[in-house]
């Protein structure tokens, strides 16, 4: 069963239909879904796709987010926050 992420899902699968090349950066605390998130999303998605799980074993700070948020900006990638 899955609930509660219609807003998530609305903006993936805005971003899966752009004919542009976009990255969505997803973090929060753990055992909250975001796998579950990732493949409700590309249940019917049929273009590639990368998952990187980062930062494992350290703290992801708001300064971490930012940071990964601005790498992204850095190659005209478009960010959602």
Known sequence: MFVGRENELEILNRVFSSNRQESVLIYGRRRIGKTELIKKAIEDFEGEYIQE????NSKV???VVD???????NVNLICYK
Request: with cysteine.
């Open 53 to 56: 799980c980062k930062y494992k």
């Open 61 to 63: 700070t708001q300064a």
């Open 67 to 73: 940071q990964e948020i601005e790498q992204v900006k």
